[in-house]
């Protein structure tokens, strides 16, 4: 218990969120590169995931490609970017010291979850639906745009969540190399056996995760119900669920 009021008081002062290095600077950071990342992972990602599963060819390259990075350490990339002459350690503007091989690293580590939903959402399209809108006369990229996208856009969202909440939490490594975000708070606390500075960051952590999952959620529920009238509107007949 001792730990955790240490922790409660760390967390309550005002002095330990504000200036060079305090909680607040390090939380935008974080923020800061977890959003870089996501965004360069769904910039990469997502259109090799969509073509792939709008034409059907060579998923399962992309997918087992995409799993082979879910099996290398995040940490060992990273590690690795640290040592070289690029990306390096140096400084990356907002970034921080490390910030460009913390990217990469985050950035791979983001892409199996984008590219693996975004491929299976556009390949589990029922293929009536497909067949219903050549049956109309669509063009390739009208059958892609205006039925396979909103039919799979909420699992393409799904895998945006997934990959959200694990780079947002896996960011923290950054630290490890002297690089941007909360972990710097943990490590510095344990390191320094202050367990309560140590916990008071990883509590910050955990509940930076919990309101972005729920912000996910949101946005993933929001783009569920979309589908059917998405593509109904454009008088192509969607699946009713069953009652």
């Known amino acids: ?17 504000s200036g060079d290095g305090g909680m607040l600077q390090l939380l935008l950071q974080q923020l800061l590169l977890t959003a870089t990342a996501l965004g360069l992972a769904m910039a990469i990602g ?24 879910r099996a290398i350490p995040t940490f060992a990339l990273l590690a690795l970017f640290v040592t070289l002459d690029f990306p390096g350690d140096g400084d990356f503007g907002a970034y921080g010291r490390a910030g460009l091989a913390t990217l990469l ?11 693996t939903n975004a491929y299976v959402a556009i390949r589990e399209v029922p293929a009536d639906i497909k067949e219903s809108a050549r049956g109309m006369g669509m063009t390739g990229s009208q059958r892609f745009f205006r039925v396979e996208l909103p039919l799979a856009m ?16 896996t960011a923290t490594i950054a630290a490890l190399v002297a690089g941007p975000g909360l972990g710097r708070i943990i490590t510095d606390g344990f390191f320094r056996t202050n367990y309560g ?33 998405s593509t109904s509107r454009k008088g192509v007949p969607v699946p009713q669920p069953a009652t």
């Open 197 to 229: 500075k140590g916990i008071a960051g990883a509590i910050v952590v955990a509940l930076v995760a919990l309101v972005l999952e729920i912000l996910a959620a949101v946005a993933q529920r929001a783009a569920t119900p979309a589908r059917a009238a």
């Open 105 to 115: 690293a985050l950035t791979l580590f983001g892409l199996p979850p984008v590219i």
């Open 46 to 69: 997502l259109p090799i995931a969509l073509w792939l599963g709008h034409h059907g060819r060579g998923g399962f390259l992309a997918i087992n490609v995409s799993n082979i990075g």
């Open 1 to 17: 218990m001792t730990v955790l009021s240490d922790a409660w008081d760390y967390l309550t002062t005002g002095a330990n969120w």
């Open 154 to 169: 909420p699992l393409i969202v799904s895998g945006l969540r997934l990959a959200l909440v694990q780079i947002w939490a």
